[in-house]
C-alpha cells in the first residue's frame, strides 16, 4: 500500500510496482541493516562511562565511522534504484526549491520542539539531566582541529547518511507496505534506536519520525537532510555558546 498521493510533485510515485521492495535481496539487505543497528546500540549501551579522550583518539574514531557510514550510505544508494524500481531522482535527489527549503526549515523547528520537549518530559519524570555520551566527550574536546572535524562531520556529512538509511531505505520500505505511519515508525524507531541511549532513543524516534514528515511532504530527500543538518548545528552551537547548560 502506498497513501503518497499527493500532487504538489508529479515525479514522486503514486504506485508503487509490484516487484518493489520485494525479493531475497530486499529482506537480506534489510536484515542485515537491522541486524547493524542494533548492534551498534548494544556496543554502545554496554561500554562504560565517559570520559575525555585524545584529539587523535577522537580524530581516529570519526574517520573509521566516517568510512563505514560511507560505504553503508553507498551500498544503499546503489541498491534502491533496484529495490525500490524507481531511479534515485524519483525518490527525491532532486534540486530542492525554495518552497522545500522554507519546508525544511519548519522542519528543524519541528524536529527542535519534539525531540527536546519530549527529552525535558522525560528528565522531568526521571528527575535526572541526561547527556548523550558524544555530547559529554564534545565538551572535552578542546583541540580546535578535532573540533572542527567534529562539526563538519555532524552538520554536513551525518545528516547525509542518516537520511539515506533512514529515510531513503527504512522510511520507503515502511511506506510500500503500510502507508506514510508505518514508514514513519519504522524509519523513527531505527534511527533512535541507533544512537544507543535508552534516554535519547524516545526523542530521536520522535524526531526521526518529524523527518519523514519533511520528506513526504517535499518528496526531496535534501529537504530532511537540511531539517537534520539544522538541528545538529544548533545543537553543536549551544555547545560551544553555554556547554555548561547543554
Known sequence: MNDSTSATSPVWPTRWPKNSFKGAWTWVLTALFV???????????????????????????????????????????????????????????????????????????????VADGSASLIESFAHSRHQQDIVEIFKTLHDPTAIGIFIIFAVVFAPFAEETFFRLFFFNLGLRYGGFWGGAVLSGVMFGIVHGDLYAAVPLALGGMVLCGVYYLTRNAYASMISHALFNGLSIVALLISPKIT
Open 35 to 113: 541486524l547493524l543497528v542494533v548492534l551498534l546500540a548494544v556496543a554502545q549501551l554496554k561500554q562504560g562511562p565517559v570520559t575525555a579522550v585524545s584529539p587523535m583518539l577522537f580524530d581516529i574514531g570519526i574517520a573509521l565511522q566516517f568510512v563505514a557510514e560511507a560505504i553503508f550510505a553507498a551500498i544503499i544508494l546503489l541498491a534502491l534504484p533496484a529495490l525500490s524500481k524507481f531511479s534515485l531522482r524519483e525518490l527525491g535527489f532532486r534540486a530542492p526549491t525554495l518552497s522545500t527549503i522554507g519546508i525544511a526549515i519548519v522542519g528543524f523547528g519541528a524536529m527542535f520542539v
